[in-house]
């Protein structure tokens, strides 16, 4: 008898510019050397105890089959209010909303339902990470353009500059990760008259909607009518109650696009977790968590600032989400990775490098921290970082 071996096929990869991200390797960094990681954006903290006996509820009376496809009706209901009492534009939670497997999936799956192989997509650099491979994936292709350099302002004459035919969506994050800043009603406005003669969609990443600090509301897709037509407008329910690690998000469109949308949601995911539906509608019935967390980061915010303005980094504007970029050329001439990587291993504080959200990865001497941490945290980290 002939042996057999066996043999792995070779892959062709789908992604073959990917590799380990920064994110990953600043935190393994830091918990080699001990330092404390104000890299990766999430919260060291728990959530409302109130929300896990929701959950827990939930699980208990037997809610652990699958949901409907887009979501339990009670939670895409809550969703729908809540969008209506702060942006006022009604969303039918039957048609026009889904529950996601956090933001992430949500951006996929629109990418997915409304990009054909050769469409292009504008995404406005520095981005999220996901936005250009989920392009990919789909066939499209990826058209960068930067916010302006030092302010990360959008550059609407760039912008237009950038819609060609093919364009099929624009992909917008505001409150913006990594520069922490924030789009106006009058940026909409911008971007609407832009949009106002084509048929490009627009993906709007609002995440951090609930991050906005010294009063500023959000000035989300929803809010602008004529956006809104031609808007999914996706957000998390782990960056505002602190559970990153559920993966709940959800998706508002009007009915053609959400049409398209769950037909791609449907052999992507089918459904997302039941017992957590259950729980966060249940939660959401007060809209006080919510609406008291620009002033709970806000308050982490400043005691942040106020520690760092003592050093001789120079503080951008952190008008919202919960990171705070500082410029270091006053300390170091590294490139952004070597500084984030020194700052790390010799300071014990972990921090991003802003090159980390461009394609080519340029050099601005920035850094990127998360202040979603326990105010003893950023005073530690705030006692090393003393020495800079
Ligand atoms: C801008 C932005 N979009 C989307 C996400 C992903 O959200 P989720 O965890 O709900 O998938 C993040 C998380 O860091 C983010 O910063």
Request: some cysteine.
């Amino acid at each position: 008898m002939n042996a057999v071996t066996a043999r792995t096929p070779a892959l062709a990869s789908r992604l073959p510019r990917v590799g380990t991200t920064i994110f990953t390797v600043m935190s393994a960094l830091a918990t080699q050397h001990g330092a404390v990681n104000l890299g990766q954006g999430f919260p060291d903290f728990d959530c409302d105890p109130a929300l896990l006996d929701a959950v827990n509820q939930a699980m208990r009376s037997g809610l652990n089959q699958y949901p409907p496809m887009a979501g339990v009706p009670v939670l895409r209901d809550a969703v729908a209010r809540k969008i209506e009492a702060l942006y006022g534009h009604r969303y039918d939670p039957g048609d026009e909303i889904t529950i996601t497997a956090g933001a992430t999936q949500a951006i996929l799956t629109a990418i997915l339902a409304s990009v054909h192989p050769g469409d292009e997509v504008i995404v406005l650099e520095p981005c999220y990470d996901s936005y250009a491979p989920n392009i990919e994936l789909a066939g499209g292709r990826v058209v960068r353009v930067a916010l302006a350099a030092g302010t990360f302002r959008p550059d609407f004459a760039a912008i237009d500059a950038a819609i060609t035919r093919r364009t099929r969506a624009i992909i917008v994050n505001t409150p913006h990760n990594p520069s922490a800043t924030v789009w106006s009603h009058a940026d909409l406005d911008r971007l609407a008259a832009l949009l106002r003669p084509t048929d490009v969609l627009l993906i709007a990443d609002e995440v951090y909607e609930h991050m906005v600090f010294d009063g500023v509301a959000h000035a989300s897709a929803s809010s602008h009518p004529e956006l809104a037509a031609r808007a999914f407008a996706v957000s998390s329910f782990g960056k505002t109650y602190h559970v990153t690690g559920w993966k709940v998000g959800y998706v508002a469109a009007p009915r053609e696009l959400t049409a398209e949308f769950r037909k791609v949601h449907q052999f992507n995911v089918f459904t997302v977790n039941t017992p957590v539906q259950h729980g966060l509608a249940r939660y959401m019935a007060d809209p006080r968590p919510y609406m008291e967390l620009a002033a709970f980061y806000q308050r982490k915010r400043d005691l942040f600032r106020a520690g760092l303005a003592r050093t001789r980094l120079r503080l951008l504007p952190s008008e919202g989400t919960y990171f705070q970029c500082v410029d270091y050329s006053a300390i170091s001439d590294r490139s952004e990775e070597d500084f984030c990587r020194w700052l790390t291993t010799d300071i014990g504080v972990a921090a991003i490098p802003l090159s980390a959200f461009y394609e080519d990865g340029r050099n601005q001497q920035l850094a990127r921290f998360c202040f979603a941490k326990r105010d003893e945290t950023l005073t530690t980290a705030l006692e090393r970082l003393a020495r800079l």
